[in-house]
T-cell receptor
Framework: GAVVSQHPSWVICKSGTSVKIECRSLDFQATTMFWYRQFPKQSLMLMATSNEGSKATYEQGVEKDKFLINHASLTLSTLTVTSAHPEDSSFYIC????????????FGQGTRLTVV | DAKTTQPTSMDCAEGRAANLPCNHSTISGNEYVYWYRQIHSQGPQYIIHGLKNNETNEMASLIITEDRKSSTLILPHATLRDTAVYYCIVSGGYQKVTFGTGTKLQVIP
């Protein structure tokens, strides 16, 4: 199957700093990518839909100014957690689809963010 | 809104078939049934999907009832590496993928 790569796999940052997470589709073009957040022992929660060349669409309750999403090319979307705080510590996961209808999504390996 | 309901957890003996049920009584005509699984601390992995016919691939089989209101994912010979949370998702067209709580499958030696 198609490969989606996330980087970094884990990151520790100080409170108040910003962290950028990259999501790349390695062998296909993805006009749409999705960002999820997962807290321990919980399911994945969709944060936003990232559309190449346009603004991201955020789910209700997700602060767009805190979680900046950029999808500048068909193979790369980035999520920047700005002014991170300990409560932002979580497992962040991206996914991408090849663009055809009714096809499966491919997920990155996830990024473990710890804010200290 | 929860589109699917799954048991919270299940156990399966190693080497036996694991049958994971999913109810999706409000599924609409253009929505497919997808199954993903998430092994601890990893991103979800696609398993299989189908519309109305039963499907089989190298990982699993998917049995969808004739009325499409429920389905069963079958892992024919469960191994310890199949221990994971299994998510049943209904989605159609270009809908975004949203996750429910899934079924935690524990394969027992």
């Amino acid at each position: 199957g198609a490969v989606v790569s996330q980087h970094p796999s884990w990151v520790i940052c100080k409170s108040g700093t910003s962290v950028k997470i990259e999501c790349r589709s390695l062998d296909f073009q993805a006009t749409t990518m999705f960002w999820y957040r997962q807290f321990p022992k919980q399911s994945l929660m969709l944060m936003a839909t990232s559309n190449e060349g346009s603004k991201a669409t955020y789910e209700q309750g997700v602060e767009k100014d805190k979680f900046l999403i950029n999808h500048a090319s068909l193979t790369l979307s980035t999520l920047t957690v700005t002014s991170a705080h300990p409560e932002d510590s979580s497992f962040y996961i991206c996914s991408a689809e090849e663009g055809a209808m009714n096809t499966e999504a491919f997920f990155g390996q996830g990024t473990r963010l710890t804010v200290v | 809104d929860a589109k699917t309901t799954q048991p919270t957890s299940m156990d399966c003996a190693e080497g036996r078939a694991a049958n994971l049920p999913c109810n999706h009584s409000t599924i609409s005509g253009n929505e497919y049934v997808y199954w993903y699984r998430q092994i601890h601390s990893q991103g979800p992995q696609y398993i299989i999907h189908g519309l109305k016919n039963n499907e089989t691939n190298e990982m699993a089989s998917l049995i969808i009832t004739e009325d499409r209101k429920s389905s069963t994912l079958i892992l024919p010979h469960a191994t310890l590496r199949d221990t994971a949370v299994y998510y049943c998702i209904v989605s159609g067209g270009y809908q975004k993928v949203t996750f429910g709580t899934g079924t935690k499958l524990q394969v027992i030696p």
